[in-house]
């Protein structure tokens, strides 16, 4: 095994990515099947075809760049992330465990291993679910885990549904389907992710091995008012759903207070959105999570209970439940990796759709100075970034023999 990947090798492959989808905000705008994403796509094909990888597309969109052929000598191994981003999101959440994985390749590749088990780079498609609101969109359709009809149906802010981006992206919508023969291929999967949160920057070190992610999901609550002029309705005739809105953003803070969970009303479309217009709807969105998935249904159906009363509705929009990654993958990567620490984490990731779906799955971290992350001001130091590498080809060569 190589002792280092360069920084000039590292830079090469991370400056093709970074300036595709960022907005004027200095954040990325990387929306599955919008220009940045296909762009996006398009660069991982040309890297995959670079590295003599073979490139295939499961039925749920995922991109799968396989080094040996899994179909021959499989289940083999995957690594990867994802290339999309939340509005106005960091660099590194889901690239920086892309270019890893390819690092990871040439590594090897430089090295003459010729792996015993075929060895994949995945690009997971609409892990942020920031267009049509499912988190890890790609994995949980490629899992079955969300059933296609539903997937095409998801609408966007603009009213275009999946079906409809698939079909501009040039993609047939009826081929969209959960895919197991794709899955069967995988024989075990490890994500590396930048930490989003201080974990690492308290232990002292550059990268920890994951144990868990939080039971986490998402809900839509509607508001229905009465649209009418603000210049001429007197404050007793209003039904203006804003009020009921800020109200409850108070009560989801409270609650999750009470139960030792996590809330966030993060998201809110105002209908018509006219400065003098009394709104005649608020929709609004509360994401949930916490390490107790019990406490965190509990906060949610005191909320709903919350909403009714404003003449209001829930629906779920996800929901994943607690989710331990495999103990002995975890183990071993531990033990590969001189000790790593262990640390679960409140975000989602498509290694837990995988997990949940019965495959061995681990994840690595690589530390986040300021712990920011689904913000421009998400970082990972470049040493810390070579770690990552450093350590998931350590793990990677393990694994393939
Ligand atoms: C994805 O990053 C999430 O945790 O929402
Ligand atoms: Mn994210
Ligand atoms: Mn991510």
């Given at each position: 095994m190589p002792a280092t990947v360069s920084q000039a090798e590292f830079d090469r492959l991370w400056n093709q990515v970074e300036p595709i989808g960022r907005?004027?905000?200095?954040?990325?705008?990387?929306?599955a099947w919008t220009q940045p994403d296909l762009a996006l796509r398009e660069w991982f094909a040309a890297a995959c075809a670079e590295r003599g990888l073979d490139l295939t597309v499961d039925r749920a969109g995922n991109q799968w760049a396989w080094w040996g052929n899994p179909d021959d000598a499989g289940p083999g191994v995957a690594i990867g992330s994802h290339l999309d981003s939340v509005p106005d999101g960091g660099a590194f959440d889901g690239p920086l465990g892309v270019v890893s994985s390819l690092l990871v390749v040439d590594m090897l590749r430089r090295e003459g291993v010729s792996p015993a088990r075929p060895l994949a780079v995945v690009n997971f498609t609409d892990e942020e679910g920031a267009r049509f609101g499912v988190a890890c969109g790609g994995s949980r359709l490629l899992t079955g885990a969300l059933a296609a009809q539903r997937a095409l149906a998801l609408r966007d802010d603009d009213g275009a549904s999946l079906a409809e981006a698939l079909r501009a992206a040039g993609r047939d919508p009826e081929e969209l389907a959960a895919d197991p023969a794709a899955v069967g291929r995988v024989g075990c999967f490890v994500e590396l992710h930048v930490e989003q949160g201080r974990?690492?920057?308290?232990?002292?070190?550059?990268?920890?091995?994951?144990?868990?992610?939080?039971?986490?999901?998402?809900?839509?609550?509607?508001?229905?008012?009465?649209?009418?002029?603000?210049?001429?309705?007197?404050?007793?005739?209003?039904?203006?759903?804003?009020?009921?809105?800020?109200?409850?953003?108070?009560?989801?803070?409270?609650?999750?207070?009470?139960?030792?969970?996590?809330?966030?009303?993060?998201?809110?479309?105002?209908?018509?959105?006219?400065?003098?217009?009394?709104?005649?709807?608020?929709?609004?969105?509360?994401?949930?999570?916490?390490?107790?998935?019990?406490?965190?249904?509990?906060?949610?159906?005191?909320?709903?209970?919350?909403?009714?009363?404003?003449?209001?509705?829930?629906?779920?929009?996800?929901?994943?439940?607690?989710?331990?990654?495999?103990?002995?993958?975890?183990?071993?990567?531990?033990?590969?990796?001189?000790?790593?620490p262990y640390l679960p984490t409140g975000a989602g990731h498509d290694a837990g759709i995988l997990a949940n779906a019965g495959l061995p799955t681990a994840m690595l971290f690589v530390r986040n100075p300021s712990g920011v992350s689904h913000s421009p001001a998400e970082y990972a130091e470049p040493a810390d970034c070579l770690a990552g590498v450093q350590a998931l080809a350590r793990v990677v060569a393990g694994l393939v023999g």
């Amino acid at each position: 095994m190589p002792a280092t990947v360069s920084q000039a090798e590292f830079d090469r492959l991370w400056n093709q990515v970074e300036p595709i989808g960022r907005a004027a905000s200095g954040g990325y705008r990387r929306f599955a099947w919008t220009q940045p994403d296909l762009a996006l796509r398009e660069w991982f094909a040309a890297a995959c075809a670079e590295r003599g990888l073979d490139l295939t597309v499961d039925r749920a969109g995922n991109q799968w760049a396989w080094w040996g052929n899994p179909d021959d000598a499989g289940p083999g191994v995957a690594i990867g992330s994802h290339l999309d981003s939340v509005p106005d999101g960091g660099a590194f959440d889901g690239p920086l465990g892309v270019v890893s994985s390819l690092l990871v390749v040439d590594m090897l590749r430089r090295e003459g291993v010729s792996p015993a088990r075929p060895l994949a780079v995945v690009n997971f498609t609409d892990e942020e679910g920031a267009r049509f609101g499912v988190a890890c969109g790609g994995s949980r359709l490629l899992t079955g885990a969300l059933a296609a009809q539903r997937a095409l149906a998801l609408r966007d802010d603009d009213g275009a549904s999946l079906a409809e981006a698939l079909r501009a992206a040039g993609r047939d919508p009826e081929e969209l389907a959960a895919d197991p023969a794709a899955v069967g291929r995988v024989g075990c999967f490890v994500e590396l992710h930048v930490e989003q949160g201080r974990g690492l920057v308290d232990l002292g070190r550059p990268v920890a091995v994951g144990t868990a992610i939080w039971g986490h999901g998402r809900w839509r609550f509607e508001l229905p008012g009465e649209a009418n002029h603000a210049g001429t309705t007197r404050l007793a005739d209003r039904r203006d759903p804003t009020l009921a809105y800020a109200t409850l953003v108070l009560r989801a803070r409270d609650l999750a207070e009470r139960h030792g969970v996590l809330a966030t009303c993060g998201k809110v479309r105002i209908d018509p959105n006219g400065v003098n217009a009394i709104p005649s709807l608020v929709t609004g969105w509360l994401d949930a999570r916490g390490d107790d998935d019990a406490a965190v249904q509990a906060m949610v159906a005191d909320f709903a209970q919350a909403v009714a009363g404003f003449g209001g509705t829930l629906a779920e929009e996800s929901w994943t439940d607690r989710t331990p990654f495999d103990t002995g993958l975890t183990n071993r990567l531990h033990a590969a990796l001189d000790q790593a620490p262990y640390l679960p984490t409140g975000a989602g990731h498509d290694a837990g759709i995988l997990a949940n779906a019965g495959l061995p799955t681990a994840m690595l971290f690589v530390r986040n100075p300021s712990g920011v992350s689904h913000s421009p001001a998400e970082y990972a130091e470049p040493a810390d970034c070579l770690a990552g590498v450093q350590a998931l080809a350590r793990v990677v060569a393990g694994l393939v023999g």
